[in-house]
């Protein structure tokens, strides 16, 4: 969005203020300048050159989760999303660079994620937690987060469909399927081919670019969303498992003209077109226990795709699914501000984690990885025993 863009997408705010108590950050700080419509009228004086880009400003852009519960309930329909990543493209690239880098890398992926297991392995990542250097390196967060290191999988190169064949599917498979996420990779295919889908996880995919656009790098953002366009099937419906990646695949036409906008006609949220889809009875094993249901922001209030996750886990026989409380507010993960702005991100998990301390589930499900990390952290830290996953993954692993 250039500058004459995002004024007029802003001037369409009728600062009506109605999106203020959804905003968790303004709920935190109470200050407008944390407020969608305080950082609306900011990003629009400095479209119009009227504020410098200088620390304060950046700060307050900075302190935004992108969680767009204020677009979710805005009755103008004004495009928040938009306007922020606008607004951090005129700041330019700011920050988490080097994270980015290897992210959307995936040969450096797979070199830093076998450094990962051999550190894991050695032993030293044990020794270097009890010696408090982490900490004085600026690194323990990060490493708190992560869970045991192991080796990198490779990505599988498809899946055959069981019984009648019903169709092909691509799966976006995202930046954290060598590691964290090859579990969700696998329960997704094996999902997809038990119902009768061929599914395809074409080699040329590479990261979606969110957390480029997030951050102001639109030049990497329009790269990723260019390789990507062109490298899945034409006329295959392309599924993708994380909700944040799905959520900027959907808006894809923002970043890769013509083709950004094939792509996102054809993306499906992986849960939605799990949830559509014809199921033969008996093919899941029960459940026993409670299962607890975090919503993603990016599920909730970009892909509108929740109601479709509970649909698709009522197939579970035995489990009692039932939402996490406060899921209307943004747990703090939110790409890479969980590392960036560490006080606002724990605070807001702490209501997160009060209540499954409460309701003592046995699973916490969440579609989105970063979601998922920052809560697990959070379970370990305070010692509450609840296994924590995706969706699918779960789903999966009570197939028959
Ligand atoms: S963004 Fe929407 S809800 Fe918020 S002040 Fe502007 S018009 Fe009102
Ligand atoms: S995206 Fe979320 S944190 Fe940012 S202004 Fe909107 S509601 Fe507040």
């Known amino acids: 969005m250039n500058p004459s863009e995002l004024i007029r997408e802003a001037d369409r705010c009728v600062l009506c203020g109605l999106c203020l108590p959804v905003c968790p950050t303004y709920r935190l700080l109470g200050d407008e300048g944390d407020s969608p419509r305080g950082r609306i009228s900011l990003m629009r004086a400095l479209a119009e050159g009227r504020l410098k880009a200088d620390a304060a400003l950046a700060g307050r ?36 660079a080097r994270l980015r880098r290897v992210l959307a ?28 250097l982490l900490r004085r390196f600026g690194l323990e967060r990060m490493e708190r987060l992560a869970p045991p290191f192991t080796a990198p999988s490779a990505l599988p190169a498809g899946f055959a469909p069981a019984g009648v064949p019903r ?24 999902l997809l081919a038990a119902l009768g889908y061929r599914v395809e996880l074409p080699p040329g995919q ?23 366009s062109a490298g899945f099937p034409d006329g295959v419906p392309l599924l993708s498992l994380n909700s944040g990646c799905g959520a900027h695949l959907a808006e894809y036409g923002e970043w890769a003209g013509a083709a950004g ?6 993306h499906r949220d992986c849960l939605a077109f799990l949830a559509e889809a014809a ?8 459940v026993v226990g409670v299962v607890l249901v975090h919503e993603p922001c990016s599920l909730r209030n970009v892909l509108k795709g929740a109601d479709a996750l509970y649909r698709l886990l009522a197939r ?4 009692e699914v039932r939402p996490l409380p406060g899921n209307e507010r943004c747990c703090g993960a939110a790409g890479d501000y969980l590392l960036r702005q560490p006080t606002i991100a724990d605070a807001l998990r702490e209501e997160k984690l009060d209540a499954l301390a409460a309701l003592a589930p046995r699973y916490l499900v969440s579609s989105n ?14 010692g509450i025993e609840v296994e924590v996953l995706h969706p699918l993954e779960l789903l999966a692993r009570q197939l028959v």
Do not use: Q
Not at 80 to 86: F, K, L, P
Not at 105 to 132: C, D, F, K, Q
């Open 261 to 266: 906008e094939a792509l996102a006609a054809r």
């Open 316 to 319: 579970l026989p035995g489990a």
């Open 206 to 228: 590479g990261c979606c670019g969110a957390m480029d656009a997030h951050a102001g790098d639109t030049r990497n953002a329009r790269r990723l969303a260019a390789a990507n």
């Open 167 to 190: 169709g092909r599917v691509a799966l976006f498979a995202g930046c954290l399927a060598e590691g964290v996420d090859h579990p969700a990779v696998v329960a997704a295919g094996r």
């Open 279 to 286: 199921w033969p009875d008996g093919l899941l094993r029960p």
């Open 105 to 132: 890398n995936p040969r450096r992926r797979i070199r830093y994620l076998r450094l990962a297991h051999l550190y894991e392995r050695s032993g030293l990542r044990r020794v270097l937690r009890a010696s408090g």
């Open 369 to 382: 990885r970063g979601c998922l990390l920052h809560l697990a952290a959070g379970l370990r830290e305070r």
């Open 61 to 96: 852009l900075d302190r935004c989760l992108g969680c767009r519960a204020c677009e979710a309930m805005c009755p103008s329909k004004v495009r928040y999303g938009r306007i922020v990543d606008g607004g951090r493209a005129l700041l330019g690239a700011r920050g988490g």
